[in-house]
């Protein structure tokens, strides 16, 4: 499966932004679908998890209430949208796949870096304050 993310960007604080990642090469359908930020200096950090069908979403706390997922399965494309972002936001956001089924959506699974599959390239985004 290959993974494109786009849609980052400079942005001012309070702004908002919506990045996708298309997949292609496999069945959409067959991956949770995990969004990543990696801001300088620090390690990669879990964001968001979307199940298969989309019933399900996990959110990291401390963006819960700005940022949502979303996909559409028809599109092969997943959506992290991102509101009132913070000068802290900034980061390369990823995203990721992975075909595990329900385990991934435990806390623990879900933010494991390794247990996901495949890895888009990243996208820049700038919060500027």
């Known amino acids: 499966v290959q993974l494109q993310a786009s849609g980052g960007g400079l942005v001012q604080v309070g702004g908002s932004l919506r990045l996708s990642c298309a997949a292609s090469?496999?069945?959409?359908?067959?991956?949770?679908m995990g969004w990543f930020r990696q801001a300088p200096g620090k390690e990669r950090e879990f964001v968001a998890v979307?199940?298969?069908?989309?019933?399900?979403?996990f959110i990291k706390d401390s963006v819960k209430g700005r940022f949502t997922t979303s996909r559409d399965n028809a599109k092969n494309t997943v959506y992290l949208q991102m509101t009132r972002l913070k000068p802290e936001d900034t980061a390369v956001y990823y995203c990721?796949?992975?075909?595990?089924?329900?385990?991934?959506?435990?806390?623990?699974?879900?933010?494991?870096?390794?247990?996901?599959?495949?890895w888009g390239q990243g996208t820049q985004v700038t919060v500027s304050s």
């Open positions: 990721a796949a992975n075909r595990e089924g329900t385990n991934i959506l435990s806390k623990r699974n879900r933010e494991d870096v390794g247990r996901y599959d495949y």
């Open positions: 090469g496999g069945t959409f359908s067959d991956y949770n």
């Open positions: 979307i199940s298969r069908s989309g019933g399900s979403t």
